[in-house]
């Protein structure tokens, strides 16, 4: 089967720094990319690594060790926007280079003031 | 707005009733994806169509599920008698590329609701 853990829940103040840590076992991965949800809203992607290490996009990094099968997003400079669910999500190849994602259960961050 | 657009935001039905939705990728982009989102857990992938062919269906997809992208465009998603397990968020996403994109851009999503 297939199956990303993280946690389910972060609290963190504003201007903090929150790691957000994602394991997976998947059959098969391409990739590993995160993704925003606010309430009702749309999941809107945030970062991808195809391979090992960090990949830095302003405020927001994401790594991964593809041999340990984890991979971790961090905030920094955190915003009361920020509060929303945080969705790690393994890129599957499927046929003709088709990428399925599977996403894990997400992770509620609340920032207070 | 140029985005991924789904049709009609929401959606209350009677069991047993059929419902159809609508998702308007974002033009040129030839791959569409179906997801559903439960309270409190992630999407999970429902179907992929590159272009107008339906090329992966999840075994989450019953027989009472059907879905189609004729010309490669928009898509529907179909759902005959409805059940209440069927309630959920059902989200439509696209990208592009001829070798798959990192990226999938999401809708906003279908809210149904099946009394």
């Known amino acids: 089967g297939q199956s990303l853990e993280q946690p389910s829940e972060v609290t963190a103040v504003e201007g903090a720094i929150v790691q957000i840590n994602c394991t997976y076992q998947?059959?098969?991965?391409?990739?590993l990319s995160w993704y925003q949800q606010h309430d009702g809203g749309a999941p809107t992607f945030l970062s991808y690594n195809g391979l090992d290490g960090l990949e830095e996009t302003g405020r927001f990094s994401s790594f991964l060790s593809r041999s340990d099968s984890y991979g971790y997003l961090l905030l920094q400079e955190l915003q009361m926007k920020d509060s929303a669910s945080y969705f790690c999500?393994?890129?599957?190849?499927?046929?003709?280079?088709?990428?399925?994602?599977?996403f894990g259960q997400g992770t509620e961050l609340s920032v207070k003031p | 707005d140029t985005g991924v657009s789904q049709d009609p935001r929401h959606k209350i039905t009677k069991r047993g009733q059929n419902v159809t939705f609508r998702c308007d990728p974002i033009s040129e982009h030839n791959r569409l994806y179906w997801y559903r989102q439960t309270l409190g857990q992630g999407p999970e992938f429902l179907t992929y169509?590159?272009?107008?062919?339906?090329?992966?269906k999840s075994r989450l997809l019953s027989d009472r599920f059907s879905a189609e992208r004729p010309k490669g465009s928009f898509s529907t998603l179909e759902i005959q008698r409805t059940e209440q397990g069927d309630s959920a968020m059902y989200l439509c996403?696209?990208?592009?590329?001829?070798?798959?994109?990192?990226?999938?851009?999401f809708g906003a999503g279908t809210r149904l609701s099946v009394l």
């Open positions: 169509f590159q272009n107008e062919a339906q090329l992966e």
């Open positions: 998947t059959s098969g991965f391409y990739g």
């Open positions: 996403a696209s990208s592009f590329g001829l070798q798959g994109s990192n990226i999938q851009y």
């Open positions: 999500a393994v890129r599957l190849l499927i046929y003709n280079q088709g990428g399925k994602l599977i």
